[in-house]
T-cell receptor, first 114, second 115 residues
């Protein structure tokens, strides 16, 4: 069955430091992969997505993610974190053989230290 | 509309009552999805509409949950005999196509609290 695993429930980084959030997926074909961010009380905002082509994907707010088929991973990175990046981050895979429903990971909560 | 609108934003109901949650998708979006997000968890799929029909309702937890989209635009998620375990944020998303290739737009959700 398709699944998404985010191994880190909570990560704390200092402002200005680099960030990497891990995501591993299980899917039988080439996946459609997404990263979303959710601030408290807010809906989900798309950061970036991968469908095909270049495995390094650029997104909004300075985020990028790299698709590695051999590792079944789609890790999210940012070279320098800002205090406003503190939020919950979700990785998801679209099951496009099942109408495109999204399967989400459990999320990683990011805290940013001054 | 410009975005996906969900109403109400908050709903408090007593155990055993019936509730309706509304989703107004982006105009012209044929695909509509409902998800449920419990505290500390990622969203979980409930049901998917393509046009007026429910193409996949495999995520509905039991027969107390039902959803409709009679005219292929607005959708209503209905929960009968609510239980405290139904407390969650219910998210709606719409898409201009199928399979995710055109991406999704999410609403801000309805926070349901069953007391």
């Amino acid at each position: 069955a398709q699944s998404v695993t985010q191994p880190d429930i909570h990560i704390t980084v200092s402002e200005g430091a680099s960030l990497e959030l891990r995501c591993n997926y299980s899917y039988g074909a080439t996946p459609y992969l997404f990263w979303y961010v959710q601030s408290p009380g807010q809906g989900l905002q798309l950061l970036l997505k991968y469908f095909s082509g270049d495995t390094l994907v650029q997104g909004i707010k300075g985020f990028e993610a790299e698709f590695k088929r051999s590792q079944s991973s789609f890790n999210l990175r940012k070279p320098s974190v800002h205090w406003s990046d503190a939020a919950e981050y979700f990785c998801a895979v679209a099951d496009y053989n099942q109408g495109g429903k999204l399967i989400f990971g459990q999320g990683t909560e990011l805290s940013v230290k001054p | 509309g410009a975005g996906v609108s969900q109403t109400p934003s908050n709903k408090v109901t007593e155990k055993g009552k019936y509730v309706e949650l509304r989703c107004d998708p982006i105009s012209g979006h044929t695909a509509l999805y409902w998800y449920r997000q419990s505290l500390g968890q990622g969203p979980e799929f409930l049901i998917y509409f393509q046009g007026t029909g429910a193409a996949d309702d495999s995520g509905l937890p039991n027969d107390r949950f039902f959803a409709v989209r009679p005219e292929g635009s607005v959708s209503t998620l209905k929960i009968q005999r609510t239980e405290r375990g139904d407390s969650a944020v219910y998210l709606c998303a719409s898409s201009g196509g199928t399979g995710g290739i055109r991406g999704y737009t999410f609403g801000s959700g309805t926070r349901l609290t069953v007391v």
